[in-house]
């Protein structure tokens, strides 16, 4: 229980993380911004999230862990 406990506190924190570089990109960003734009900076911040997570946590990263990370714009 305590293991499950850690591993949904650090999916929070990363979560929370993704949400706050987020909004510091956007108000980078020129208005309006275009749903492409949006898309393009929050696939940044996960990114840049998730590769400062796994380096912290054994240096790995994401996806030799999980596999291959998908471009947004093929999945679309």
């Not at 929370?16 to 929050?42: Q, Y």
Request: aromatic share 10%.
């Amino acid at each position: 229980m305590v293991h499950l406990l850690n591993w949904l506190e650090d999916h929070e924190d990363l979560s929370v993380k993704v949400k706050s570089r987020l909004k510091v990109s956007l108000r980078s960003l020129l208005k309006p911004w275009s749903l492409g734009e949006i898309a393009m900076t929050w696939d940044f911040c996960v990114r840049a999230v998730i590769s400062e997570h796994a380096q912290q946590n054994g240096g790995g990263n994401f996806s030799l862990k999980f596999g291959t990370w998908e471009n947004f714009l093929s999945v679309a």
